[in-house]
T-cell receptor
Framework: AQTVTQSQPEMSVQEAETVTLSCTYD???????LFWYKQPPSRQMILVIRQEAYKQQNATENRFSVNFQKAAKSFSLKISDSQLGDAAMYFCAYRSINTGTASKLTFGTGTRLQVTL | KAGVTQTPRYLIKTRGQQVTLSCSPI?????VSWYQQTPGQGLQFLFEYFSETQRNKGNFPGRFSGRQFSNSRSEMNVSTLELGDSALYLCASSWITGYEQYFGPGTRLTVT
């Protein structure tokens, strides 16, 4: 079974600064997808960024980028030019490509990001 | 395009009762997945429905069940509620199984 670990329960960053959230995972599969989701106080989960394991190039989405290290099974999220609206719980998630389990997202425990002035 | 909607948003039930939660996916999406979020267990996958068939199921007791209608709307039912069933229940839709999932705002269930 796959597991996802987020070792930072809480992080803090000043507005306009850069912060990196860590995520490691364990899997025996060679192809899979990784995601970062954001859950603000409103509780709605929002997809931030996704990475396909077969792609060597790190995904980027505006101020959000990832550092995907497949051999190390590491998938960190970098938020540049942090904004107050980035304050939220961030979840790292894994999804298999196997048809039988492709619908299931396995989540980490989350990192609460605080953005200060 | 409207997002995923869930009703009701908040619900209070008594132990032993049953409850039904509803999820309407994004128009055109045929896969609906359900997740339970609690402070202790985090986010856990309940099940997925695609074309009215359960495709995948998480490790939850049989008290948790679901179904999907021909218009892709899905319902989740929990029978004989226990205090531990208090949670945020999230629904996510995707075009088909394996594609990106978009989440609804959730239903906050409190069991007293």
């Amino acid at each position: 079974a796959q597991t996802v670990t987020q070792s930072q329960p809480e992080m803090s960053v000043q507005e306009a600064e850069t912060v990196t959230l860590s995520c490691t995972y364990d899997t025996s599969e060679s192809d899979y997808y990784l995601f970062w989701y954001k859950q603000p106080p409103s509780r709605q989960m929002i997809l931030v960024i996704r990475q396909e394991a077969y792609k060597q190039q790190n995904a980027t989405e505006n101020r959000f980028s990832v550092n995907f290290q497949k051999a190390a099974k590491s998938f960190s999220l970098k938020i540049s030019d942090s904004q107050l609206g980035d304050a939220a719980m961030y979840f790292c998630a894994y999804r298999s490509i196997n048809t039988g389990t492709a619908s299931k997202l396995t989540f980490g425990t989350g990192t609460r990001l605080q953005v200060t002035l | 395009k409207a997002g995923v909607t869930q009703t009701p948003r908040y619900l209070i039930k008594t132990r032993g009762q049953q409850v039904t939660l509803s999820c309407s996916p994004i128009s055109g999406h045929r896969s609906v997945s359900w997740y339970q979020q609690t402070p202790g267990q985090g986010l856990q996958f309940l099940f997925e429905y695609f074309s009215e068939t359960q495709r995948n199921k998480g490790n939850f007791p049989g008290r948790f069940s679901g179904r999907q209608f021909s218009n892709s709307r899905s319902e989740m039912n929990v029978s004989t509620l226990e205090l531990g069933d208090s949670a945020l229940y999230l629904c996510a839709s995707s075009w088909i199984t394996g594609y990106e999932q978009y989440f609804g705002p959730g239903t906050r269930l409190t069991v007293t």
